[in-house]
């Protein structure tokens, strides 16, 4: 069966929207993890990754509205038969699905293109260390220039800013431990950078919504914790192991003074990060965070890395929210697609073994925050079925609670305007 790919919901306000540009062409082998096409709005340039590795057919043109969570390709194994049927809901002419990467005007020039077109991240490296990228060939799909190319260009030219900065970006860490984690900035912006932790089971994607529709101009580093998403799929032994991953990633990104923020899993690690004292973290906002106290759903733990299909994924996807509107079909069907990847699953498995073995919490933060300089606000509902809200109880002094009613396990998503405000408050008293 092939994979579906699907159009994301990259803003709270549209239902559906247009594929900027495709990145590969009809019949291309695309690996998972690989950029396959953008979408832009009225914030950022979002880059859409492919969910599997396989020969990528029936494109949807990019002049076509497509509906959020509607299929905008499809992905064959290698051999698998395919038909001409095109991709639902949408109708268009053979020479619009069969499409070719779209080359953006100003890198045209009488039809030909000029150099390739760099990500995003490519752009911003080279604009900070003067870097002109006419002529450079990439290493990503189709010779497109990519974050490694630019550093190696930029090493070669001597613009590194110091050796121990350059020792971070251009040299894999020695110790496997300080491995840095697969990092995504999800909104370019002035001003003091948030960091983005995830939870048990998700992967950097869950800021998207969150970010799509909100108003602000900081920018928006978002992570995937150790064996989620693209991260490396070897479990650290504690969570001291796993801020280190994260420090290192930190230093590869040259990332200063900054805000971090935490869902869940993503929260008792933003927590023991902000306690140790090698980051200039100058504000914590947590959300429904994990480590206030041993009980948490251990049904939902093991049923959510049991169940494959969406029928039996939506029961499980529907207890993190208080409203089940909120578990959208674009949301269950990436988790659709991330339960199809054996190894991927198996490594959360392993994590949620270390971290929460027989539906127990083995990590506690309270202490953490007790010691605490910074502001830390911590967003809970009342109504969460993952995590106890009667754990909020004994907070430290220090620590904001706002407690959200008719709300669940994610407060970012379900509220996602109350919880760019508070973001914003802790950003501004930082």
């Not at 990145?23 to 096409?37: C, D, H, K, W």
């Not at 990332?255 to 504000?283: C, Y």
Request: charged share 20%.
């Amino acid at each position: 069966m092939p994979i579906h790919v699907v159009y994301p919901k990259v803003s709270l306000e549209l239902s559906s929207g247009r594929i900027a540009r495709w990145l590969v062409a009809e019949g291309e082998t695309v690996r998972q993890g690989q950029v396959l096409f953008e979408i832009d709005n009225d914030k950022a340039a979002v880059e859409v990754e492919s969910p599997a590795t396989g020969i990528i057919r029936e494109l949807t043109g990019s002049e076509i509205e497509v509906e959020v969570g509607g299929n905008v390709a499809r992905i064959y194994a290698d051999g698998e038969p395919h038909g001409d049927d095109k991709v639902a809901a949408v109708e268009t002419p053979a020479a619009e699905v069969k499409a070719t990467p779209v080359v953006p005007a100003a890198e045209r020039q009488n039809g030909r293109r000029q150099h390739p077109n760099p990500t995003p991240l490519a752009r911003r490296i080279a604009r900070e260390h003067g870097i002109l990228l006419d002529g450079l060939h990439g290493t990503g799909p189709g010779g497109r220039v990519q974050k490694t190319d630019v550093i190696a260009k930029i090493g070669k030219a001597g613009h590194v800013r110091s050796m121990a900065v350059e020792s971070i970006v251009l040299q894999a860490p020695r110790d496997a431990s300080r491995a840095p984690l697969n990092a995504a900035w999800l909104r370019r912006g002035q001003g003091l950078p948030v960091v983005f932790l995830h939870g048990f089971s998700a992967d950097l994607n869950n800021w998207r919504g969150m970010l799509a529709g909100a108003r602000g101009d900081w920018p928006a580093l978002a992570l995937d914790l150790p064996a989620h998403g693209r991260s490396p799929r070897n479990v650290p032994e504690d969570l001291e192991r796993m801020a280190d991953h994260v420090e290192a990633t930190l230093a590869a990104e040259q990332v200063g003074p900054l805000v971090l923020a935490g869902h869940s899993f993503g929260g008792a690690l933003a927590a023991r990060l902000a306690s140790r004292g090698q980051l200039d973290i100058r504000g914590l906002c947590l959300f429904a965070p994990a480590g206030l106290g041993p009980e948490i759903n251990g049904a939902f733990v093991d049923g959510v890395l049991r169940a494959r299909r969406s029928e039996s994924l939506r029961p499980w996807l529907e207890l993190l929210a208080h409203n089940p509107a909120t578990i959208s079909p674009a949301f269950l069907q990436a988790v659709v697609q991330q339960r199809g990847d054996e190894g991927l699953t198996a490594a959360m498995r392993a994590f949620a073994e270390r971290f929460l073995p027989d539906g127990t919490q083995v990590a506690s933060i309270r202490s953490d925050l007790a010691r605490l300089p910074c502001p830390v606000r911590v967003v809970f509902g009342r109504q969460d079925r993952i995590l106890p809200f009667a754990a909020t109880a004994g907070l430290p002094g220090n620590v904001g609670l706002h407690a959200v009613d008719n709300c669940g396990h994610m407060p970012h998503l379900e509220y996602p305007a109350l919880a760019m405000t508070i973001l914003d408050e802790v950003r501004r008293s930082s």
